[in-house]
């Protein structure tokens, strides 16, 4: 296991944020799309938590980089990288387990397809720090 400093690169800070205001952007487009309040209120809060998971996996990559409980947090970082893909997939497509329907708006889904873009740039680089097998190189 390599050890590493988490010094984010201005490239992944950029990722990270343009990430985070999508999923802003994204929370306002949904209201355009919802069916019934309840609908409305499900997409907001899975939309919301998208925003925590985020966050949530920078602490347990900090505190895999610094050693705290590192299998603990290695174990925790997956089940977030695992949650946030699936509430992803599940406001684009919908998900019976999360309650959310389908999203037909197209601008909800040219906004969702900004965030699985940033998406797809940073999961590699989470799941190598959530297995332990990042290096220096990943986080450049």
Same mark, same amino acid.
Not at 27 to 43: F, V
Not at 130 to 135: E, Y
């Given at each position: 296991?390599? *050890?590493?400093?988490?010094?984010? *690169? %201005? $490239?992944?800070? /950029?990722?990270?944020? @343009? #990430? ?9 487009? @949904?209201?355009? =799309? @919802? $069916?019934?309040?309840? &609908?409305?209120?499900?997409?907001l809060n899975q939309s919301g938590k998208q925003r925590m998971l985020t966050q949530k996996?920078? %602490?347990?990559? /900090? #505190? ?5 409980? *590192?299998?603990?947090?290695?174990? +925790?970082?997956? =089940? ?8 992803? $997939?599940?406001? +684009?497509?919908?998900?019976? &387990? ?22 797809? +740039?940073? +999961? ?5 720090? =959530?297995?332990?097998?990042? @290096?220096?190189?990943? /986080?450049?």
């Open positions: 296991m390599t *050890s590493f400093l988490i010094a984010p *690169s %201005k $490239k992944s800070l /950029l990722t990270i944020h @343009t #990430l985070y205001l999508s999923l802003c952007l994204m929370m306002l487009a @949904t209201q355009a =799309s @919802t $069916k019934t309040a309840e &609908d409305y209120a499900n997409i996996m920078s %602490k347990e990559s /900090l #505190l895999i980089a610094l050693g705290h409980e *590192s299998a603990e947090n290695q174990a +925790k970082l997956r =089940s977030t990288i695992s949650l946030f893909d699936r509430t992803l $997939k599940g406001l +684009k497509s919908g998900n019976a &387990d999360l309650e959310l329907p389908a999203n037909s708006q197209p601008q909800i889904l040219a906004q969702l397809a900004v965030v699985e873009q940033l998406w797809a +740039k940073l +999961k590699p680089t989470v799941e190598a720090i =959530s297995i332990g097998t990042v @290096t220096d190189s990943d /986080l450049k």
